[in-house]
């Protein structure tokens, strides 16, 4: 259930970094988004992951009880 309150986060940050950064939400549950996960090395859901401009994991945030809204929002600051 927590996948599911942080939708409203995640959506928000989409709206706020519009056109400064891209914010997805993956459905770990998809194909796609398995893929994604093994790739990235996501097995705990929720996870976040940040990555740079030129496709570099810069920060990941795991399995939080919380969503990292502040830390979040910060990374996506720094581009």
Do not use: K, W
Not at 2 to 26: T, Y
Not at 34 to 53: E, I, K, Q
Not at 61 to 71: D, F, I, L, M, S
């Amino acid at each position: 259930m927590i996948c599911l309150a942080a939708r409203p986060v995640v959506d928000g940050l989409r709206r706020e970094f519009a056109g400064r950064a891209l914010v997805l939400r993956v459905n770990y549950q998809t194909g796609v988004g398995h893929t994604l996960g093994r790739r990235y090395g996501v097995d705990v859901v929720p996870s976040f992951v940040v990555f740079d401009a030129s496709g570099r994991v810069v920060a990941r945030h795991v399995g939080t009880a919380r969503v990292p809204t502040a830390a979040l929002r910060r990374e996506l600051e720094r581009g």
